[in-house]
């Protein structure tokens, strides 16, 4: 019921933003001669647009590998993908400096994106490395939490818009010293200017009691099925990882892993070494007995070299900015 009320809500969100739009191009087709008609209509089409759901998009720092260049690591990522049961990458892209991996669903086509964070990619043997792309496609969300999150996003905005307005500082700086200027005491122009914000603040304040209260409903909605939205993504990601591989990724994620590497990287060491260590460390109980073997059916040790022979150089890359990593 939680769930369905959520969703109908957000629904309703888009609806009014569909609203915008619909209303602006009547404005404006309709009252083509008109210049009211042209001005409503493009404010109603504005707070539309302002108002509309953000698609998600590759990041900045992302280098997209083509699959001549990288087919190892498209290789594993499609494999993974199959067993958890998502569509397979049609782009796979690294970055440097972020330890995060996503998959996400950009550009109006929907095109499924992977972002591989070298960072712990680097650190992590062949069976985590499949534990991190089966999460990372666990992750993606369904198309009714989609739904949920882009009519929060849209909430957000219309919070912000009505309620998050102040007067300008430079604005009020230059009113001042209008006023201590040689008008003294005789009305100076912002008089105007302050009964105006005066009375925006107002209203935004006005309309914005309704929306404070659906924001409300629907992220208290959303947080009592986050349970079940875990829930899911741990089974999904399950299919392609057990159990401690899962938990080893966790414990490796939590952090520890990065400072060996930045402190190798400053010593001058190379991609190989840094890498070798990196596998040390994770393969090896404390008492020096090897935990479980290094590789798994989706992507054993030798295709797991063949990868790291394909992002050498991001490696070396990479290495050079670790320090700035926090």
Request: net charge positive; proline share 5%; hydrophobic share 50%.
């Amino acid at each position: 019921m939680k769930r369905l009320l959520a969703l109908l809500i957000a629904l309703a969100v888009h609806l009014l933003t569909l609203a915008f739009f619909v209303l602006g191009g009547w404005l404006v087709l309709a009252h083509l001669d008109s210049l009211v008609g042209w001005l409503f209509g493009a404010v109603s089409l504005a707070i539309g647009w302002a108002l509309r759901p953000r698609l998600a998009g590759l990041p900045a720092d992302a280098e997209v590998l083509d699959r001549a260049s990288a087919p190892e690591l498209h290789g594993v990522a499609g494999r993974v993908a199959d067993r958890v049961g998502v569509r397979r990458p049609e782009k796979v892209a690294v970055r440097d400096l972020a330890a995060e991996t996503r998959y996400d669903r950009v550009g109006l086509r929907r095109t499924p994106v992977l972002a591989v964070g070298l960072p712990l990619w680097l650190a992590l043997p062949p069976r985590q490395r499949v534990a991190l792309l089966a999460r990372a496609y666990a992750a993606a969300p369904t198309g009714r939490e989609l739904v949920v999150e882009g009519a929060l996003g849209t909430l957000e905005t219309w919070r912000d818009a009505l309620l998050g307005a102040e007067p300008l500082q430079v604005r009020e700086e230059a009113q001042a010293k209008i006023a201590a200027s040689s008008l003294g005491a005789m009305d100076h122009p912002g008089t105007t200017y302050e009964a105006a914000g005066f009375v925006g603040r107002m209203l935004g304040r006005v309309l914005g009691g309704p929306v404070l209260l659906v924001r409300y409903a629907l992220t208290r909605l959303a947080a009592a099925d986050e349970s079940r939205i875990l829930a899911r993504r741990r089974a999904l990601a399950l299919r392609a990882a057990p159990e401690r591989d899962l938990a080893d990724l966790d414990a490796m994620a939590a952090g520890g892993y990065l400072a060996p590497m930045q402190a190798a990287a400053l010593r001058g060491e190379s991609v190989a070494a840094i890498r070798e260590g990196a596998l040390d460390r994770s393969r090896l109980a404390d008492d020096g007995v090897l935990v479980t073997p290094p590789g798994c059916d989706l992507l054993g040790m030798p295709d797991s070299e063949r990868v790291d022979q394909e992002l050498s150089a991001h490696y070396r890359r990479a290495i050079g900015g670790f320090g700035l990593i926090s």
